[in-house]
């Protein structure tokens, strides 16, 4: 959709995870307010991915705009850099949120990783069986096998699963800012009213929706967003981000 959702189309988690650091050295790279060939010159000219071969460097761009589309003319990517440039330290938690948004072989994996509860083990079967079961007879047991790796990676990467060769499920610590994407995006899917705070953008933070609307309100005496709730009657605005086009039906 324009707005830069995809739920359909090719899946990077076949061969690369979110690729935080990636994404942590583009956004050092280029300024924000950049046009898109600016995203690709500094990949592929000035390497500031500090990949080895010209090879490597043109499918890091391909994959990190397939993710992400590093393009501020597309809003997701526009309000990732806007965001960031809030807090930082959340960036985990929007670059899973954003790549979760564009990847179905990320979000196929879902299951396999909300469901488990806080401190089990996560196998990385689990979550090739997970992608096995949303695209049968799709993918060969090789490729299967490298979306679980690639996913638990990921995972990992965003705070969801902690350890190296075994790993268990944590729960996340969402920030305002976190959460403020989480809310416009549930929005910008299609998620009005009360059903905002239980959209998978909020589940993807480790949030039920009394903690959603917690943390929402949290996010509006922040003056990032606009909230009244009183019962089941939520208005919910986002004039800070009022730009962004965000489809409100």
Known sequence: M?????????????????MLA??????????????AGEYRDAILLRNALRKA??????????HLRELYALDEEVPIFKLLRALHALDAASLPLLAMQIAWSR????????????EVPEGDRVETKALSLAALDAFPNQYSDLNTDKIGRNAAS??????????????????????????TLALILGSAAGHHGAAVFSSPWCRLLDLDPDGAKSLGFEAHRAGLINLRAVGEVVELTFPMFAEFQIPQS
């Open 53 to 62: 071969t010209d090879s490597t460097r043109q499918k890091s761009l391909r």
């Open 22 to 35: 990636e994404l942590e050295a583009v956004l050092a790279a280029v300024p924000a307010g950049s046009p």
């Open 154 to 179: 990921s995972w990992t990467q965003s705070g969801h699963l902690a350890g190296r060769a075994k790993k268990v499920r944590s729960r996340v610590k969402p920030t305002i800012v976190a959460v």
């Open 103 to 114: 990847d179905h072989l990320l979000r196929s994996t879902t299951p396999a990783v909300l």
């Open 2 to 18: 324009k707005f830069g959702l995809k739920f359909s189309g090719g899946g990077t988690h076949i061969s690369r995870t979110i």
